[in-house]
Nanobody, 126 residues
């Protein structure tokens, strides 16, 4: 069982930056895929970035490459999402998620993640 608590959302003008944090609790944190997903009103949820906690390997959606960076502090069991050069289209509820890493399956946006946080709102104004 894993519990996830996000923080760091807020409102910012276009071009600004925010950093989201996701603190995890539970066992075997180092064998998990940790991901950030987002959902804007009226749109489907989409993957933003993932990280394999054991190796630190990362994966990004094309829409955020070069602007967002996912990182981790294993000692704190915390994953971060640094968001720079924010755009109005980045406005969404951002969710942290986790699933156990399966052998030979990369930490991408699928298969479905098992554990989810409550979400944190990010609003970017033009």
């Amino acid at each position: 069982q894993v519990q996830l608590v996000e923080s760091g959302g807020g409102s910012v003008q276009a071009g600004g930056s925010l950093r989201l944090s996701c603190e995890a609790s539970g066992d075997n944190y180092r064998v998990y895929c940790m991901g950030w997903f987002r959902q804007a009103p009226g749109k489907e949820r989409e993957g933003v970035a993932t990280i394999y906690t054991r190796e630190g390997s990362t994966y990004y959606a094309d829409s955020v490459k070069g602007r967002f960076t996912i990182s981790q502090d294993n000692a704190k069991k915390t994953v971060y999402l640094q968001m720079n050069s924010l755009k109005p289209e980045d406005t969404a509820m951002y969710y942290c998620a986790a699933r156990r890493k399966e052998p030979w399956v990369p930490c991408s946006f699928f298969p479905e993640y098992t554990y989810w946080g409550q979400g944190t709102q990010v609003t970017v104004s033009s």
